[in-house]
């Protein structure tokens, strides 16, 4: 796919979002230097990032924890949050780093059916210099879900149909979408957040 550039200057990709997208807080400076201490290239630092927040972070929906997490510091605190959640943890870790990261979403059926509606799913596009932009989605991998810090392949969550009215959005945006955060926000509990999330960009 084609990614589409919110913007052209990598500046905008690395800047904080207060309060979802801060970096200098102690916790995620905490995992920066630890990520850091394992690695040295970017490519490595960025492939540690993803697997923290695909791995150490459970999903809610998943573990039906009903904490709504929104910034990165309450995400990697927490160990919870849901796709949003996971990827605004990863853009955190990965502009603390140096390395761009922007915010993906795609259209997917909310329970496997036509009938059960739409919402978004989050995940991330990360730019390195000697392989450009690529997606990874941070979701965390279940029984049927096998997502993989992959550049020259994707290796997302969820393949996206088509056919069924599922969209899979070739935009990279420099911040999380208004409407993303606001369903959070508004969210007593994870299970209300499921039926909030918005349905489409």
């Known amino acids: 796919m084609k990614l589409i550039l919110e913007s052209n200057n990598l500046e905008d990709y690395l800047k904080e979002i207060p309060p979802v997208i801060l970096f200098h ?7 920066i230097r630890e990520i850091e201490s394992m690695a040295s290239g970017k490519k490595e630092r960025a492939k540690i990032a993803f697997e923290i927040a695909r791995d ?14 929104i910034n990165a510091e309450d995400v990697l605190r927490n160990k919870e949050g849901i796709c949003f959640a996971k990827s605004h943890l990863l853009a955190t870790l990965l502009r ?5 990261a922007g915010f993906c979403y795609q259209r997917v059926l909310r ?3 036509v009938e059960s509606g739409y919402a978004l799913h989050g995940l991330n596009a990360v730019y ?3 392989s450009g932009w690529f997606r990874v989605d941070p979701r965390g991998n279940k029984p049927g879900i096998d ?6 392949e994707e290796k997302l969550a969820y393949p996206i149909r088509t056919e069924l009215g599922e969209v899979d959005y070739p935009n990279v945006f420099t ?11 508004e969210s007593c509990n994870t299970q209300e957040l499921f039926y909030k999330r918005p349905e489409a960009i």
């Open 25 to 31: 807080t102690p916790a995620i400076q905490e995992k």
């Open 56 to 69: 150490e972070i459970h999903h809610s929906f998943d573990t039906q924890e009903k904490l709504v997490t």
């Open 96 to 100: 603390g780093m140096g390395i761009p």
């Open 111 to 113: 329970k496997g059916t």
């Open 128 to 130: 390195l210099e000697e």
């Open 147 to 152: 997502s993989r810090f992959s550049i020259e």
């Open 175 to 185: 911040a999380p979408l208004p409407s993303v955060l606001t369903s959070m926000h």
